[in-house]
């Protein structure tokens, strides 16, 4: 079993700056994939980041310039830079990885969710 365990949401006014946290535990052989969702008030959840392998990235084109995501493999975390917030921005923020579970097959999951809302 694979847990991912989210921190670093919360309150901040628009222009300001979050970093989220999220470290995967349990047993699995090793991370394809780990990244970001969000699913905003009303609204399907989407793709914010995601980070393919040891450093291929892909970002939604709403937070590129503004986003970093980043990896360390040593503890198995992926961090969510998100600076310039917006109140757009403001959604329950997910932890999403790809797992390794044996040789060549993956298995997706999720963490619990973290809010951030952006807002004065």
């Known amino acids: 079993q694979v847990q991912l365990v989210e921190s670093g949401g919360g309150l901040v006014q628009p222009g300001g700056s979050l970093r989220l946290s999220c470290a995967a535990s349990g047993t699995f052989l090793g991370i394809y994939a780990m990244g970001w969702y969000r699913q905003p008030p009303g609204k399907q959840r989407e793709l914010v980041a995601l980070i393919i392998g040891g450093d291929t990235t892909n970002y939604a084109d709403s937070v590129k310039g503004r986003f970093t995501i980043s990896r360390d493999n040593a503890k198995n975390t992926v961090y969510l830079q998100m600076n310039s917030l917006k109140p757009e921005d403001t959604a329950v923020y997910y932890c999403?990885?790809?797992?390794?579970?044996?040789?060549?097959?993956?298995?997706?999951?999720w963490g619990q969710g973290t809010q951030v809302t952006v807002s004065s």
């Open positions: 999403y990885g790809s797992m390794y579970i044996e040789s060549l097959r993956r298995r997706n999951y």
